[in-house]
């Protein structure tokens, strides 16, 4: 199957020992591997969406007319149409766009990282990582004003159906918790904390390893070993991270 | 202490401006691919043409992603389909689904 024979010994296969058939380390094999597990639990969170929102009516009439109700699958541009210090305006999708800009633009420094390292430039490494850390601050902060807007809600509340003491009554609801929202069915509130929730945190914990390979950096580990691997490895997952937002992306905001 | 006898001796390389250039082109493509499916998500009516548009332009933009700043394009191919295939069971696992939901209304 592989084409990299010209490392054998001629009679043997690649797979006998002695050479890596996938032309990769250990570290960076087990880190591919990993991702594509993670790959299965982020495809479980989005297809179960998928179903569940299958199973839900959508909104037949024009967009102009759409309301906030129980009885159908939200449109997602209607719920996502803020942006900081713009309040008032109906600007839908831009601030998840702008979002999806910085992840992309992160992505792209963590490249220009990978790249300096395999020049051994110390200072171009640390450079990037540094930029690559800001873009994954910068995001999660955004997230962090997306999820207070959809929690806090919108000025004026949606009536609400609600099952309280053995009893269904109305009540004004804004925002959304867990237990119930003003955007629409339930299970589309508990998607949204669970997906982006779930994303959130891969973004943080890779924050997080950003912050170490660029303290190694910095303190001339890579340097002293003689090769900066790590920098590749801790990007592979970086650029996964942003993969998984491409999807959220369109599962969660376009469609 | 012999301290200078431990400082490794580093060569840094000057800046390989193609493969850079590259990386950016990259860039400017995943961002006007986003750009185009925002003009498609104004212009557009919700139907399965706009659904079909939206996951072709995601599997574009996950190829450039994978093949390119995550190097799987240029890894040997053994590792190549070693990745690839296993997502095979994704699309089965979304068809599946999605249809399984359409069958079974909640109201």
Redesign the interface.
């Known amino acids: 199957?592989?084409?990299?024979s010209a490392a054998t010994v001629s009679g043997k296969s690649v797979w006998d020992g002695g050479v890596s058939?996938?032309?990769?380390s250990y570290g960076k094999?087990m880190m591919?591997f990993f991702l594509?597990s993670d790959?299965?639990t982020f495809?479980g969170l989005l297809?179960?969406y998928?179903?569940?929102?299958?199973?839900?009516?959508?909104f037949e009439g024009l967009p102009d007319a759409f309301v906030f109700s129980k009885?159908y699958w939200p449109?997602p541009?209607k719920v996502f149409e803020a942006v900081p210090f713009l309040h008032g305006y109906s600007l839908?999708?831009v601030f998840v766009?702008i979002m999806?800009?910085i992840l992309?633009?992160s992505?792209?420094t963590?490249?220009?990282a990978v790249?300096?390292g395999?020049?051994?430039?110390?200072k171009?490494v640390e450079k990037w990582m540094l930029w690559t850390i800001i873009g994954g601050l910068t995001f999660l902060g955004c997230q962090a004003w997306e999820w207070t807007h959809f929690i806090v809600g919108t000025d004026t509340p949606t009536m609400v159906k609600d099952f309280v003491n053995g009893q269904w009554i109305t009540k004004e609801v804004t925002g959304a918790s867990l237990k119930i929202n003003q955007y629409g069915?339930q299970p589309f509130a508990d998607f949204f904390f669970f997906i982006t929730g779930f994303h959130g945190f891969h973004v943080f914990s890779g924050v997080m390893f950003n912050f170490l390979i660029y303290y190694n950096t910095v303190t001339g580990v890579y340097?002293?070993r003689?090769h900066y691997e790590m920098v590749e490895k801790v990007?592979?997952y970086w650029?996964?991270v942003?993969?998984v937002w491409?999807?959220v992306f369109?599962f969660f905001y376009?469609? | 202490m012999a301290h200078h006898s431990n400082e490794?001796q580093?060569?840094?390389?000057?800046?390989?401006k193609e493969?850079?250039k590259k990386?950016?082109t990259v860039?400017a493509y995943?961002?006007a691919i986003?750009a185009f499916?925002?003009i498609i998500?104004?212009t557009m009516t919700?139907g399965p043409a706009?659904?079909a548009i939206?996951?072709l332009?995601?599997i574009v933009?996950?190829g450039y992603?994978?093949g390119e700043?995550?190097h799987l394009r240029y890894?040997?191919?053994?590792?190549f389909w070693?990745?690839l295939i296993?997502?095979l069971?994704?699309i089965w696992?979304?068809v599946a689904?999605?249809?399984?939901?359409?069958q079974?209304?909640?109201?």
């Open positions: 199957m592989s084409h990299s058939p996938m032309g990769v094999l591919w594509l790959a299965f495809s297809i179960t998928g179903l569940v929102r299958s199973s839900h009516p959508t009885e449109i541009e839908p999708l766009g999806t800009f992309i633009m992505s792209v963590m490249v220009l790249e300096a395999h020049r051994m430039d110390r171009a069915p340097e002293r003689g990007g592979l650029h996964f942003d993969l491409v999807f369109t376009l469609v | 490794p580093v060569t840094v390389l000057p800046p390989d493969k850079i990386l950016w860039a995943l961002g986003t499916e925002f998500a104004f919700h706009k659904t939206f996951v332009l995601t933009k996950a992603i994978v700043f995550m890894e040997v191919k053994v590792l070693a990745i296993p997502t069971f994704i696992m979304l689904f999605v249809y399984e939901g359409s079974m209304p909640v109201f």
